[in-house]
């Protein structure tokens, strides 16, 4: 989900305020009674799509609504966070209560509605006694590629996620054949952490906690302000206008370098490309505490299994392993909209998108004459990895459409 690097929109890694979530690491994994399967099944096997790089279930609520919900282990609550308020009141919902979320984002707090006894159904599992978040004012999520957000609840089972077969393995009370190397994992806010070592480019090896997080669709965020020893490399790339995302809470503030080397366990992945968000941008997620994120670029070379009980997660590294990561050679950063489209959050100065007179807020419709749609946006996004091609860009400006050729450079 080589790959591009558009925002790095920390998806959520959502701190909800008021309705903390318990989890202890033992031997061994016990399903809730919250949880049924059909038939009784061990096993279930629900497909997803990937838009942006993010992992799209398609989950049903209360029998009645099905909605496209981002898979987020940065949201630890057991049910589902809706931001569009219009689907809560096709569920005639009665909201018991209201709470603040926060994320990553230079911004106020967001208010939701939270709804019990909710059911939400995945093919072949079905989760009772759910909490619904809804948004208040779903302005802000109008161009984010799903509806929904759904973490937590999923890893009240053991989630096995098979980025090749674009598949979720859900695993009633036991772990699928050979699952790889196991790493232990611990939590905060109810969200994984693990314990990784960096080294930028001063050849020192830092520990570092690491926020695994799938809402993410980037590889590595390292936060400057958690620990002295993390500093940007000597070469980074900013935005013209410096942003990086659009986090849960507002615009992500920071520049873009590559760590030389990341160590997971035994696995040690070179020159990936990591942003540095300032820590204003942060916003309420400088609560969490840790040394950055891991997201969907790295998670995405692995099969990865999650056992919350046992207090452990298993990486199996798949063909995608040794692939190189890369940043957008058109110096865009890049978010796709709802229709699959790609909105233009911010140029690098001097590249080949801001020679070529592509501005912030541009909308690409389409890449060599291809209409992008949710089923398209990833391969275009790969498209703008290819060094020295050239794009032929459709765009959408003030309603009307342009056509620039743009031509690809490797700038970091």
Not at 41 to 58: E, G, K, T
Request: proline share 5%; with cysteine; glycine share 10%.
């Amino acid at each position: 989900m080589t790959i591009r690097y558009s925002p790095f929109i920390v998806f959520l890694s959502l701190i909800v305020v008021t309705v903390p979530i318990e989890r202890r690491a033992s031997e061994g994994a016990q399903t809730s009674q919250s949880v049924r399967f059909e038939q009784e099944d061990r096993v279930s096997r629900i497909p997803f799509r990937s838009i942006d790089y993010h992992i799209i279930l398609q989950v049903t609520i209360n029998d009645l609504v099905t909605v496209d919900m981002v898979l987020d282990t940065g949201f630890g609550n057991r049910g589902a966070l809706l931001l569009d308020p219009e689907i809560g009141q096709r569920l005639g919902l009665s909201y018991v209560t209201q709470v603040s979320l926060g994320g990553g984002g230079a911004g106020e707090e967001r208010n939701a509605g939270v709804a019990v006894e909710a059911s939400l159904s995945l093919p072949g599992v079905r989760f009772s006694d759910q909490q619904l978040l809804v948004m208040l004012n779903d302005e802000p999520f109008k161009d984010w590629p799903a509806k929904g957000v759904i973490g937590g609840s999923l890893f009240d089972c053991i989630v096995e996620i098979n980025y090749e077969s674009s598949v979720i393995n859900l695993h009633r009370d036991a772990l699928p054949d050979d699952p790889g190397q196991v790493l232990p994992v611990t939590f905060t806010h109810g969200i994984p952490v693990i314990q990784a070592f960096v080294v930028v480019d001063d050849n020192v090896r830092t520990p570092v906690q690491l926020i695994v997080d799938t809402g993410c669709n980037d590889p590595l965020l390292l936060f400057t302000y958690s620990d002295e020893r993390i500093r940007p490399p000597g070469h980074v790339i900013r935005g013209i206008h410096g942003v990086l995302a659009d986090g849960f809470v507002g615009t992500m503030l920071g520049c873009v370098g590559r760590t030389s080397r990341l160590e997971i366990g035994p696995f040690v992945l070179s020159q990936i490309i990591t942003a540095f968000p300032d820590e204003a941008s942060m916003g309420p997620a400088l609560a969490l505490g840790q040394n950055g994120m891991l997201g969907n670029e790295v998670l995405k070379r692995f099969t990865v299994t999650f056992d919350y009980e046992g207090g452990r997660i298993f990486l199996k590294p798949n063909n995608d392993f040794s692939q190189p990561f890369e940043f957008n050679m058109g110096g865009l950063v890049l978010q796709a909209n709802a229709e699959g489209q790609l909105v233009v959050k911010d140029l690098i100065k001097d590249s080949p998108g801001e020679q070529c007179s592509i501005r912030q807020g541009d909308v690409i419709v389409a890449v060599n004459t291809r209409e992008l749609d949710k089923r398209t946006t990833d391969g275009a996004l790969h498209q703008f990895t290819q060094d020295g091609t050239t794009l032929l860009l459709t765009i959408e400006r003030n309603s009307e459409r342009i056509v620039r050729k743009l031509t690809l450079q490797r700038l970091i």
